[in-house]
């Protein structure tokens, strides 16, 4: 292990990693030091915004985080600001589930989830809306400013506040942002720098029409991995307006940069908030290019191989919402079935289809309750939990899921399709 | 060092001395795909679960010495690799051909500072390294980031 006292600490700091704040606070310190020290961090910085915690499940398997959650608790400590976290695994009124799987989530994969977010409470959780990977959505309030130091892990949120708001956080793994929120400090590196935010690939992108951003990013994501691309075509395919319209593109395609790659910050040419400041002066020397056109989003879209062992099976279920939908995407969705439906003569989708947002976008989506009867009447569902861990484990593994998220396709067998054509499959109920 | 051997040298990020069998990932080592079902099935030996790592899908990872370029995938990537040290189930050492990501590098602090389960961790032993390893070789790890790929 490195000498931790390389780097150029406070006499605060110092005194913490001595154990002059108790034994859980020294080990809090010391695990943010060693981390930043690895990646040459030469001081630790204020936290500015609430940090954005990944881990929200309570899995009895992951017995370590719950131990040093406790370890938390009974040191009397919780973050500075309340924080959010990511979305909660369940929900057997909105998201099928049959007696057996409801058995194996209650009592075995999710079996301490009561108890868990209650320990999240007191370590700094804000409140019971506060499940969802989309944080930054005005409904939930964890909108960081521009240039604010943040410590947030959930590779979607991460890549939304570096990108589109132009905040500075690392893609932290779970935990170690919980660390940062509870010692108030993170170690200043990569994407909290001018010189780690320089983008080391001009995307352009040459397509006839706007690309499907789902697949726009899982293209960028493969080709960058965790480098820094600086998009140009895009504005003139977007405008060159940063609107609520945009910003939703931005963050699906940025969602699927981040898990079909590992890519944490992009800038988009006259859009986001860098690139609209410092325009082609973000591309190192020595940068990369890499052209995409619609021959080229072709190639990667087929190239997705299909999970499921019977590939003609007529879905079960669909998921949107991954991330979780902002509340324009929700009426934009229920606008594009309604259409579909009408111009195919049905009323009802013949797929159980099930949107995914925030607590606070699906509260004030049904709060319309012209909006709200009308999807529930073509038999679409609302659900807050992950679709990702409603899909991680073997039972719900095998069931014919299909969905527009990159993100869930990569992590699970879920099979991917365009936001057109599952609008189609839905409703007809066959590939 | 024998002629059928050859010596790496990169930098130490968790030191420790120890020989074992290589299992090797060309591509981005996906820690949460890697190990989730095996550890929903909470086996005591884990093995690989990632269908899309084709280098290393369906092979023991618990007690080997995974080479690999970075991790990628999820950011509970780090809690992954604590929560699989915790029970045993670990890999032994991790070496990386490039410098240690973020998700990767929170996994084994998390271990070592909260847990005391150290997987020994050397970084930036370049590409040539990650060519040259095969699966199965015996490695030996040294506490100053020495390391020998036996053929």
Known sequence: MQNIYSMQLTDEEKAILKGEQGEVMRKAMESIVLYGQIFGAKRLAPIEGSIHFVMSVGMPIFKPVVSLVDELIEAGLRTSKPFTADPRPMDFKNVPANFLEKFIFKKLIYGIQAQYEEKLYKIGLKDDKSFTCACYLEEVGNIPLKGQVLAWAESSAVVYANSVLGARTNRNSGLLELLCGITGRVPVFSLMTDEGRMADWLIEIKTKTLPEAQILGSAIGMKAMEDVPYISGLDSLLGNELNHSVMDYLKDMGAAAASNGAVGLYH????????VNMSRGLLKQGYRTYVIDDAELKKVYDGYPVMWKNHLAKPEICFIGCPHLSLRQMYEWLERFESELKATANTKLAVTTILTAAPAVVNAFTKDENAYSRLTGIGARLTSICA??????PLCARKAVITNSNKLRTY?????????EITAIAIRGGI | MTEKSREFKGRVVMAGHLSGEAVVSHGGFNTLASFQKDMILRKKIMKCSDQNNTDIFGKVLSGKILCLPKTIGSTTGGLVLQTVASVGAAPAALLFSEEIDSLAAAGVILAD????????TIDNLGAEFLAYVQQGQKLDIFDDGRVIVHE
């Open chain 2, 113 to 120: 500072v909260w847990n005391g389960n150290r997987i020994v």
């Open chain 1, 268 to 275: 988009v040419e006259g859009l986001t908030p860098e690139a």
């Open chain 1, 412 to 420: 699970t067998k879920a099979r991917y399709f365009t936001d057109a």
């Open chain 1, 388 to 393: 990702l861990m409603y899909m991680n484990n």
